[in-house]
């Protein structure tokens, strides 16, 4: 199966209970896996879940994970009344109204704007609740994601192929001209010689010596057959339901040396240019190749 790097998905956790959780996760390609999570910083003991959830669904791609808490009950704090403490400030301000004999108006408020005398403490989370939780939108999300990237991968297969049909045609037409081109070769040789030595007959073992050397030389029938056998490699990978990236890049890459080969051995023009719009396509598919995971 053929699945994009580039995707995007979202879910929210039921909103019914205390807290729900905001998870949105965005793909686009790289040559590994490159996850990177931003969550609050008291789930961190969490994260080894996250990822190993991720890499469950994506093995390719750079993956930007953000992921929100929304608490709807503010049970999360705890406050604390320090006794010892506050008994100790009413005894020094005891003692200053006794020492210097000014009005007593200790009161309440006044001892509870003391520091440390009230404070906030934040309870420490239940992290099977919140993995509870948090589970089911981030399973959600990644869901939604590989949806979208599974979308996008069977547009770019649908392309790719038609591109390699157009390929194939080319490669055909490659094909037929390669027998003519030697046969041109040696008519052309033939009226050369008798242009220059102005002479009837033609030493046909001589002839035949010069074309053999040139069809050596420009013979391109392997290369033919090698880049047929990349474009069926090609498309039976694209079947294959496991992540097949790298693969395609590398025959992409073996397509793209025979083709070069035909042009540099090519001696005729009409295979030259097809080469020239084979090249073409084979970028074309290169770049694609690039987003797939």
């Not at 961190?44 to 791609?61: D, F, H, Q, V, Y």
């Not at 320090?82 to 100790?88: H, I, P, T």
């Not at 981030?138 to 790719?160: F, P, Y």
């Not at 390929?167 to 033939?190: F, H, M, P, Q, T």
Request: with cysteine; net charge negative.
């Amino acid at each position: 199966m053929v699945n994009s790097m580039t995707g995007f998905g979202r879910a929210i956790s039921d909103e019914g209970a205390s807290r729900s959780f905001t998870v949105e996760i965005k793909t686009v390609n790289h040559r590994y896996l490159d996850l990177n999570i931003r969550m609050p910083r008291n789930f961190m003991p969490l994260e080894n879940k996250i990822r190993e959830a991720i890499k469950a669904k994506i093995s390719r791609g750079k993956v930007d994970v953000f992921i929100n808490q929304n608490v709807y009950e503010k049970e999360d704090v705890e406050i604390s009344f320090n006794e010892g403490l506050s008994d100790n400030y009413i005894k020094c301000l005891e003692k200053i109204r006794d020492r210097y004999k000014v009005m007593d108006d200790i009161s309440v408020s006044l001892i509870a704007k003391f520091p440390e005398v009230i404070t906030l403490e934040k309870k420490e989370e239940d992290l099977d609740e919140v993995w509870n939780c948090l589970s089911n939108s981030l399973n959600n999300s990644i869901e939604s994601l590989v949806n979208m990237r599974e979308k996008e991968g069977k547009k770019l297969k649908e392309d790719i192929i038609l591109k390699c049909g157009i390929i194939k045609e080319l490669v055909n037409c490659i094909e037929g001209r390669a027998s003519l081109v030697v046969e041109d070769y040696k008519k052309r040789l033939e009226n050369r010689i008798q242009d220059l030595l102005e002479i009837p007959e033609i030493d046909e073992n001589r002839i035949a010596q010069e074309v053999a050397i040139f069809a050596d030389k420009v013979g391109i029938d392997e290369e033919i057959v090698r880049l047929g056998s990349h474009i069926i490699q090609l498309k039976e990978t694209l079947n294959k339901n496991e992540p097949i990236g790298r693969k395609l890049d590398f025959i992409i890459q073996e397509m793209n040396r025979e083709a070069n080969t035909i042009s540099s051995k090519a001696n005729d023009l009409e295979i030259v240019n097809s080469v020239i719009n084979i090249k073409n396509y084979i970028e074309k598919i290169r770049e694609q190749v690039q987003n797939i995971e």
